[in-house]
Structures are given as C-alpha cells and as structure tokens.
C-alpha cells in the first residue's frame, strides 16, 4: 500500500537535545511539507520541498532543519534553539509542486522535559 | 499576511442535526480551498474547492465556496457519531508551489 510513514508515533527528549522526526513516502511524490500543530490550533507549516537536494522555509521555521538528500524522504531536526518543541508534527506530500491535494503521515507527538 | 478563520471553534449537537461549519480566509494568490477531517491523527482530505458557487457533495457532507465574499461553509445532514472530528480549512496560497494556510479547525462533537 503506498502512503507516508512517521515515525515513531511518540518521542520524549530532555530539553537542550537535537532529535529526528521521519517521514517516508513511497507515493513517488516530488513535493514534501512538515507542519506543526498545537492544541486548538491549525497546522502551521515548518519547511516544505519540491523536489531532492531543495527545500525551504515555512511560516515557523527558527529552530529546526531538514534535509532532501532522497525524494522519499524528507526527515525533521528539532534542534535545542526551537523555544517551545513540545507539539504534533505531520508530514505531508503531494504528486508535485502544482497539486492541489496533500496526503498526510499519521504523524509524531513530541514531548520535551 | 495570510489569514485563514474558522468558526465556530467548537460545537456540539445530537445525532441527527444539520451542521454547518465556517471557514472565512484573506489570502494571496488564491488557487483553491481544501477541506479535512481529523479524527485521531491524520488529517483526511474531504473536498476541494476552486470555483465559486459549485457546490461538491459527498454523501451526507457538502461545501461550497463563495470567491467575492472570501468564505466557505461545510455542511453537514444526518450527523453521527463518526462525524467527531476536528474539520479543518485550509486555503493554497499558490507562491510557485503549493502553500497551505489553516484555519484553527472546529472540534465538532456528535453526542447519540
């Protein structure tokens, strides 16, 4: 079955660590977004891709990276300058960069302490 | 700077009432406005909307979109408990790739 996976579902940090998050599409989709969400709030985008070796930012980016270096893939950093980490993060794709509709991962809740 | 409201926020009703869920937006370079659904996790795509007046259906779920006066509303008949969920809007601020704004969502809750 084509799809997006995250992973893992949940992932607890200490404050001050760098950490990870995957996403992994085997769509054959060229265009990758990373978006956080917060309670009772929307989704707000992190960084998105059109295509490999490409990316950039979104509306909140400070505070994390990314990387293209496959067009399945499309990881997350959360690095320990993000001021407020703890948050759901989804990953989504579409076929390319003129798409109209995003297919999302399942998603990973963050927690730091 | 882009803008995407929905309202209400949160609304509960019983099995069986009409619903109808609101989604105003101030964006650049409108392309189209997109509709999901978020029970646990993923968000699900429902329907998309690109001209005004047309309305899409499916089932007992159906939006339409009114371009001049910059909204969209999301209708729900027949409500069930499986319709609990968060919706949210989202609009594509086409900026030479797909670039989506979302709304806060409205938690809708469906009580038997």
């Known amino acids: 079955d084509g799809g997006i996976t995250q992973s893992p579902k949940y992932l607890f940090r200490k404050e001050g660590q760098n950490v990870t998050l995957s996403c992994e599409q085997n769509l054959n989709h060229d265009a990758m977004y990373w978006y956080r969400q917060d309670p009772g709030q929307g989704l707000r985008l992190i960084y998105y891709s059109q295509i490999v070796n490409d990316f950039q930012k979104g509306d909140i980016a400070e505070g994390y990276s990314v990387s293209r270096e496959k067009k399945e893939s499309f990881p997350l950093t959360v690095t320990s300058a993000q001021k407020n980490p703890t948050a759901f993060y989804l990953c989504?794709?579409?076929?390319?960069?003129?798409?109209?509709?995003?297919?999302f991962g399942p998603g990973t809740r963050l927690t730091v302490t | 700077e882009d803008k995407v409201v929905q309202s209400p926020l949160s609304l509960v009703v019983h099995e069986g009432d009409t619903v109808t869920l609101n989604c105003s937006y101030e964006?650049?370079?409108?392309?189209?406005l997109l509709w999901y659904k978020q029970e646990k996790k993923a968000p699900t795509f429902l329907f998309m909307l690109?001209?005004?007046?047309i309305e899409k259906k499916s089932g007992r779920l159906s939006s339409i979109l009114d371009k001049k006066e910059l909204f969209s509303i999301l209708n729900i008949t027949a409500t069930q408990t499986g319709d609990s969920a968060i919706y949210l809007c989202?609009?594509?601020?086409?900026?030479?790739?797909?670039?989506?704004?979302f709304g806060q969502g409205t938690r809708l809750t469906i009580n038997p």
């Open positions: 989504a794709s579409t076929r390319d960069f003129s798409s109209y509709e995003q297919y």
């Open positions: 690109t001209s005004s007046g």
């Open positions: 964006v650049t370079n409108f392309r189209s």
């Open positions: 989202a609009v594509d601020s086409y900026q030479g790739a797909q670039k989506l704004v």
